[in-house]
């Protein structure tokens, strides 16, 4: 059984954002990037305190090694307003199984992450934040320069 504190909906929040203030501040004196430090306690931290189950973040296929090897291919991390014209729909279309969808952002400013267990229809007026391949290249645009 998880002790309440872990499982607190503030505190697990409030320790992410205090341990990346001390990541940010190490690289600062150590003068080393900041994604290093922020990396390797997210490595450490995650199996520690269960959080994020990695199999339900993003999607059940998807893993870390998944979208750093998809960074180093070149692929990008968008935010793409949705419209009544440019859908969420029409945007897995044109992208098919080369789009990953990670947060959608409505109107109100509501952030919602895509899960496994939480699935989300982002609805024209909201952000769609992807990982995608660079330059929004279509796959048959992208297999031409593999």
Known sequence: MTAPLLTDKVFIPACVIFAGIICQWIAWR???PAILFLLFTGIAAGPVAGFPDSDALFGKDITFSDLAANL????KIHNTPLTEQFTYEKLIEKYESRLIPLFAVQPNGNLEIFTTDHKIKPRPGWTLIAMM???GATPEEMKKTM
């Not at 180093?72 to 692929?75: A, C, R, S, Y």
């Open 30 to 32: 150590v003068k080393l």
């Open 133 to 135: 391949p660079g330059n």
């Open 72 to 75: 180093t291919k070149g692929w």
